[in-house]
């Protein structure tokens, strides 16, 4: 299973448009986005199964469109 996937498009896409329209609110996003990966290893669906580096390179992908979402008015 590959690192990054389509399904980090998607992620970079939902976190840059939060990022864009709620800047510097970072505690929401952490709670968010790290609490929606664990939320993944409980749901049953295919999606959801991935490997640990997966989800780690979807969190960093979340803060790097989340960031680049800060970045624009």
Do not use: Q
Not at 26 to 33: A, E, G, I, T
Not at 37 to 64: C, G, H, M, Q, T
């Amino acid at each position: 299973m590959a690192l990054f996937n389509y399904y980090s498009i998607i992620h970079f896409a939902i976190w840059f448009i939060y990022g864009k329209y709620f800047k510097k609110n970072w505690p929401l996003f952490l709670f968010l986005s790290v609490g929606w990966e664990i939320i993944e290893l409980f749901l049953p669906f295919k999606f959801a199964v991935e490997i640990f580096e997966n989800k780690i390179s979807d969190i960093f992908i979340n803060v790097l469109g989340y960031i680049i979402g800060n970045l624009f008015k």
